[in-house]
């Protein structure tokens, strides 16, 4: 089994940072995508970043500019540094990663979530 664990979250201002964590452990073979998607109260959870193996990255027009995400492969880790942070970014973030465990089997983890909450 794999498991993500996610932390960085809280409640800043607007205009303020935050910067997300998220380790994997468990039977990890290797890491393929690794990313972040958000869920707004009321909306679908939608996708914030998403960094390949190889560091390719994909940002969501939203928050293009503001966020980086980033991954240290050795550690099984991915963060997400976000800046200039808007009330609409309101939301929990989930880290997620697409798994080869060590039984040579491929699916995707979620994280628990957490709360980012920017005030006016």
């Known amino acids: 089994q794999v498991q993500l664990v996610e932390s960085g979250g809280g409640l800043v201002q607007a205009g303020g940072s935050l910067r997300l964590s998220c380790a994997a452990s468990?039977?990890?073979?290797?890491?393929?995508?690794m990313g972040w998607y958000r869920q707004a109260p009321g909306k679908q959870r939608e996708l914030v970043a998403v960094?390949?193996?190889?560091?390719?990255?994909n940002y969501a027009d939203s928050v293009k500019g503001r966020f980086t995400i980033s991954r240290d492969n050795a550690k099984n880790t991915v963060a997400l540094q976000m800046n200039s942070l808007k009330p609409e970014d309101t939301a929990v973030y989930y880290c997620?990663?697409?798994?080869?465990?060590?039984?040579?089997?491929?699916?995707?983890?979620w994280g628990q979530g957490t709360q980012v909450t920017v005030s006016s």
């Open positions: 997620n990663a697409d798994v080869l465990s060590t039984g040579w089997r491929r699916n995707d983890f």
């Open positions: 468990g039977s990890i073979f290797r890491i393929n995508a």
């Open positions: 960094i390949s193996s190889g560091g390719n990255t």
